[in-house]
């Protein structure tokens, strides 16, 4: 029979594709919006825009559908609309939903198609393939190098992504809580200044509670002694402190500075001393 319905294992290597390629947006998004449900949404919504506008192109396929030679039709071997595409779209998230169930249909049914497919009623072909071919119906597309090299991937990939994210995820997390803590150290330079000020001038300096324009910091305060005391946020460390103690020895003011119940990797070096 000629080769038409695109197999399992073919289908996956385009997923790969496209994944790798709807992964710069995702990492954008991952970055700049806030966590949970604004930013699930933004992901799908972008994921849908993806995947049913390729469909409902003329091409018919996404990017990594035509660099492994198939497309998506209806029954008839046509074009599906942009609606019919956003509903394949959102039925593809059932399919995986379900443990994956949907989308392994795809290896075991008569024309390779998966649960997102027979709800949509679609069928992922050849690319050559024409109308009257789709309707009469052939056999199942030969494993390429390609795929076979995708296919290979694809079963490596979880576990190398496991160790990866094991080492990657934790240091990622340590990156971003130390840039939180060097923007506080930035933004309690001003009360600083004023103790600097004070002692440059041999005048008193505000003491007590002060305000501090980071929201990384749940408040400062400035002691008696010229400390300047600034407590972290709860997401950083619950209870943990940076203090600064002014230091005339040199001459001039020189701060040091400390961490309080905070980690010290997650301090710049000036402050580990």
């Known amino acids: 029979m000629v080769p038409l319905y695109a197999g399992f294992w073919r289908r ?49 396929a996404t990017p990594g559908k035509k660099a492994f030679g198939i497309k998506v ?16 779209y959102i039925a593809t998230l059932l399919s995986i939903i379900i443990l994956g169930i949907g989308v392994l249909l795809a290896a075991f049914t008569q024309k390779r198609q998966a649960l997102h497919d027979m709800i949509c ?25 390609g795929v076979w090299a995708c296919a290979i991937i694809l079963i490596v990939m979880p576990f190398l992504g496991g160790i990866l994210a094991g080492i990657g995820i934790p240091a990622y997390k340590d990156y971003t809580l130390r840039a939180k803590v060097v ?13 600097q000020r004070a002692i440059s001038e041999k005048r008193t300096w505000t003491v007590g509670v002060a305000s501090i324009g980071s929201r990384y910091a749940s408040g400062a305060e400035v002691t008696p002694q010229g400390h300047v005391v600034v407590n972290l946020s709860d997401d950083i460390a ?28 997650l301090l710049p070096a000036a402050c580990r001393e």
């Open 12 to 60: 996956a290597a385009a997923a790969i594709l496209d994944g790798l390629v709807l992964a710069i947006p995702n990492v954008i998004i991952d970055l700049v919006m806030p966590d949970g449900v604004v930013q699930l949404l933004v992901s799908i919504i972008v994921n849908c825009a993806y995947y049913a506008g390729f469909h409902s192109s003329s091409s018919q």
């Open 238 to 265: 619950r209870g943990g402190r940076i203090r600064f103690t002014p230091s005339t020895a040199s001459g001039g003011v020189q701060w040091i500075c400390t961490g309080e119940d905070i980690q010290m990797k």
């Open 73 to 88: 039709t209806d029954r008839e071997g046509g074009r599906i609309n942009l609606g019919r595409a956003i509903g394949r």
């Open 121 to 145: 009623n679609t069928l992922v072909v050849n690319r050559s393939a024409q109308p009257n071919e789709v309707v009469a119906g052939g056999g199942v597309m030969p494993l390429t190098a």
């Open 183 to 195: 923007e506080v150290i930035g933004a309690s330079r001003p009360l600083r200044e004023d103790v």
